[in-house]
């Protein structure tokens, strides 16, 4: 078998796509060149009227050259689903292919986002905004691939699979040695191990998903469940943990996140210790949560404040309870899961690295929510503190949270990706992306291609989780 070229039967297309891209870049260059330049004017029937300036040329052409690269993209993707054959899909075509149980999940998605999108609150309204449905679909796409790379789905081989002579193979290399039933090509290529590069930057996915948005969430829970008692009530209690989120804040971040992981501070069982204590804040959070939504309706307040502690308990102790750590106490019989352990020391560090910052900003906007005439009302008709706190001040927080938490999880996805080339954190033979980007950086100048995709990757993530705030920011600030 030959090896696959990028564009297969569609290479025809490959001019017009190359002249699209520099009529684009050149437009977009001159674009920024005249915005230097005033429009110039003329006088018709006594009034002043624009006349069409080089600069409008511009906007229409780079316009124009921007909807034809979307359409061109979109027929080497489509097209490489429909074409039989991979030698004529390409390599396009190919990774196209594999993607097509995420195309459906995106197009699902969207479908019921857009046709549901006015009863569905802040989020149906992101649907109204370009830059956030962007932001969406990069961060869906790859949510959805880390989900479907756990099922086989799309992976093409294994990722920590060894094929003799496929050894830093370029992309679209015909698979040594192939059998029945093994996928016959390395799509982008194989790395100094001889691994394929395609299916480890698409495992690699579900690493950086499964820990950055839930270490996230914890850390905002945190942040909340401190940050709201310390605006509402001053004092001592605000001085005392203003000053433990500052003595935090005034290590350097990524300093203070490299020496939670590194193997001296985990051989401590510190991450163990510290995990006993921060895991405890969402359970914290949702009692006091349903505690004071249902306090006069106490049948409810029985039931979800009881289903909370059951269910959070045996969720926490399941948690903080793992092999190989001092904390290791609870049965294998109702132990429901074995996190590993590099996965849950960079966990615990994400959700104590971020804690204090997430304290931070919503102290802040609790300080000035707090004066508002309807807070003051609530108090009027004697609603409690928590009540006020929970479900009259941190309603009205949520434009400002919500764009931080997607803000924040880009932060946290670079720090990951951060960890994983200095070799900390998750397992060595793990996909992570950061590890590979490091792996592929020794052999940059010969084999570009064994860094530059998990890089693109995570750069691709972190601009839809930026993208995504952007609209979220967007369509708050229409409240």
Known sequence: MEQLTWTGSFSVLNPIFLAALAVFAVSVVAQIMLNFISPAVEMQDGALAAKKSPGDLAVSATRYCFFALIALILVYLVGGIIVPGIENKGIVGGISTRFLPVWIALAVSFALSITFKRSLGLYGKLFDSLIGMIGFAIVMFWVFTGVFSTM?????????????????????????????????????????????????????????????????????????????????????????????????????VILLFYLLVTPEIVATGLPSYMAAVLFLFPIIFLVVLFNSRFYTQPN??????????????????????????????????????????????????????????????????????????????????????????????????????????????????????????????????????GMTINEGRKLLSLYPHLALQPALALMSLVLGLNLLADGLREESLKD
């Open 152 to 252: 086989d789905l799309i992976v093409t081989h294994d990722p920590l699979g060894q094929v003799s002579g496929m050894k830093n193979k370029s992309p679209g290399e015909p698979l040594a040695g192939a059998e029945v039933g093994d996928y016959a090509f390395y799509l982008l290529g194989g790395d100094n191990l001889a691994r394929d590069v395609f299916s480890r930057m698409v495992s690699g996915s579900w690493v950086v998903i499964q820990i950055a948005p839930m270490a996230t969430l914890f850390a905002f829970m945190v942040g909340i469940t401190l940050g709201l008692p310390a605006a509402y009530y001053g004092g001592k209690l605000d001085t005392f943990l203003s000053f433990l989120a500052n003595l935090i804040l005034a290590f350097p």
């Open 300 to 433: 409810k307040q029985k039931i979800y404040v009881g289903g909370t502690l059951v269910v959070g308990l045996l969720l926490y102790f399941s948690l903080i309870s793992q092999d190989r750590t001092p904390l290791n106490f609870l049965p294998d019989a109702i132990d429901l899961f074995d996190i590993p352990g590099g996965v849950l020391v960079v966990f615990v560090s994400v959700v104590f690295v971020n804690s204090p910052t997430v304290y931070r900003i919503v102290r802040g906007i609790a300080l000035d929510i707090k004066t508002r005439d309807y807070v003051a009302a609530g108090q009027t008709r004697g609603e409690g503190p928590w009540y006020i706190m929970l479900w009259e001040i941190l309603p009205n927080a949520r434009g400002p949270l919500i764009v931080d938490f997607c803000l924040r999880i880009g932060y946290t996805t670079i720090l990951l990706g951060t960890l994983g080339f200095f070799g900390l954190g998750v397992s060595p033979e793990s996909a992570d992306w």
